[in-house]
């Protein structure tokens, strides 16, 4: 079922969102330990991911073409823009009207539905039937919820709908890209993808430890140059 991981990724926020009304504050001790251990848990399946690679050619150029394109288009920083702009669209002040529901939901929206994460998770679901990824990023989308909740409000629960949207949409339509490749290439280009793809939630695992600051949204084109650098190798 290609939506499957994207249901459970829809279902776990809802939790997270939920708990997180019955709570109004949670000791940063605890947020920070368990944000360490999802961090290396996200490291471990990127990693797992990132070892399929039959082409390591293929891989190193996609990313270097990836981050070329990310860099020259500016696309961590207009995503950052973008997201700085709808939120002061919906900012509602909090002392006339306690929590802004829509600022919840934009905020979260943001936060679960930009991301490599959603993006591979989808593809692998569509592609391969594979779940992991989403599932694991429900795990960590569903804390992050309980958070948000406790700040925000139940907006955040809402962001839900953008989310499966989203990432159903990407599922669904990965599901049919057998119609439009041949199945050796596509067999090929899935493992080549799939080792670009955990080499970028790595870098988000990499990210939440704060062991480095790596600009994640520029290195985003490389889940499409792939398709065409494997397709040059394959050519030549």
């Known amino acids: 079922m290609a939506l499957y991981g994207t249901i459970i990724n829809g279902l776990l926020i809802l939790i997270g969102?939920?708990?997180?009304?019955?709570?109004?504050?949670?000791?940063?001790?605890?947020?920070?330990?368990?944000?360490h251990g999802i961090g290396l848990a996200v490291l471990l399946i990127g990693l797992q991911m990132a070892?399929?690679?039959?082409?390591?050619?293929?891989?190193?150029?996609?990313?270097?073409?990836?981050?070329?394109?990310?860099?020259?288009?500016?696309l961590e920083e207009g995503l950052n823009r973008l997201g700085d702009w709808i939120g002061s669209k919906f900012t509602v002040s909090k002392e006339k009207e306690g929590f802004s529901v829509s600022q919840g939901f934009v905020t979260a929206?943001?936060?679960?539905?930009?991301?490599?994460?959603?993006?591979?998770?989808?593809?692998?679901?569509?592609?391969?039937g594979d779940h992991e990824v989403l599932?694991?990023?429900?795990?960590?989308?569903?804390?992050?919820?309980?958070?948000?909740?406790?700040?925000?409000?139940?907006?955040?629960?809402?962001?839900?709908?953008?989310?499966?949207?989203?990432?159903?949409?990407?599922?669904l339509l990965a599901t049919q890209i057998e119609r439009w490749l041949p199945e050796a290439f596509l067999n090929g280009l899935?493992?080549?993808l799939t080792a670009v793809g955990g080499l970028l939630i790595?870098?988000?695992?990499?990210?939440?430890?704060?062991?480095?600051k790596i600009?994640?949204?520029?290195?985003?084109?490389?889940?499409?140059?792939?398709?065409?650098?494997?397709?040059?190798?394959?050519?030549?």
Not at 61 to 71: F, H, R, W
Not at 109 to 128: E, K, T
Not at 223 to 229: P, R
């Open 51 to 74: 070892l399929s690679t039959e082409v390591i050619i293929v891989v190193l150029l996609s990313l270097l073409t990836g981050a070329v394109i990310g860099e020259l288009l500016h």
């Open 190 to 192: 899935i493992v080549e």
């Open 215 to 236: 600009r994640i949204g520029n290195l985003l084109p490389s889940v499409i140059t792939i398709v065409v650098i494997y397709y040059l190798y394959q050519l030549f």
């Open 109 to 128: 929206s943001l936060i679960f539905v930009i991301g490599a994460m959603a993006i591979i998770g989808a593809l692998d679901s569509g592609i391969r």
């Open 17 to 35: 969102s939920t708990l997180g009304l019955f709570f109004t504050k949670i000791p940063e001790r605890y947020k920070e330990t368990v944000m």
């Open 202 to 212: 790595m870098a988000i695992g990499f990210n939440i430890l704060k062991i480095t």
């Open 135 to 171: 599932i694991t990023k429900g795990i960590l989308d569903g804390f992050v919820a309980l958070v948000l909740t406790t700040t925000l409000g139940f907006g955040v629960a809402l962001s839900v709908v953008p989310v499966v949207l989203y990432q159903g949409t990407i599922a």
